[in-house]
Nanobody
Framework: QVQLVESGGGLVQPGGSLRLSCAAS????????MNWHRQAPGKERELVAT????????KYADSVKGRFTISRDNAKKTLYLKMNSLKPEDTAVYYC???????WGQGTQVTVSS
């Protein structure tokens, strides 16, 4: 069955960095676009970044542009999100999402706090 498993979240100080991973299985990862979304307490889930199947088309939310980098390794069936210069407002549960198969991961918590 389709499965997406995120990892790499944690507690980090403002200005710090984290790299999230999303391991995919059960579908043809290399032919589908992938997204990272996040949901902060009391807020709606929002799109953070999206990457095409080949990685040639990438888009970011304005709030993370220049700080976050989305990437993928199709051979490893893994999606990544490198997050630099983290701010307290980046605190949220981060989810990977495969629009083509309408499947979400379970999420990984990122907390930015001193």
């Amino acid at each position: 069955q389709v499965q997406l498993v995120e990892s790499g979240g944690g507690l980090v100080q403002p200005g710090g960095s984290l790299r999230l991973s999303c391991a995919a299985s059960g579908f043809a990862f290399s032919i589908v676009a992938m997204n990272w979304h996040r949901q902060a307490p009391g807020k709606e889930r929002e799109l953070v970044a999206t990457i095409s199947n080949s990685g040639s088309i990438i888009k970011y939310a304005d709030s993370v542009k220049g700080r976050f980098t989305i990437s993928r390794d199709n051979a490893k069936k893994t999606l990544y999100l490198k997050m630099n210069s983290l701010k307290p407002e980046d605190t949220a549960v981060y989810y990977c999402y495969a629009p083509g198969v309408r499947s979400w991961g379970q999420g990984t918590q990122v907390t930015v706090s001193s």
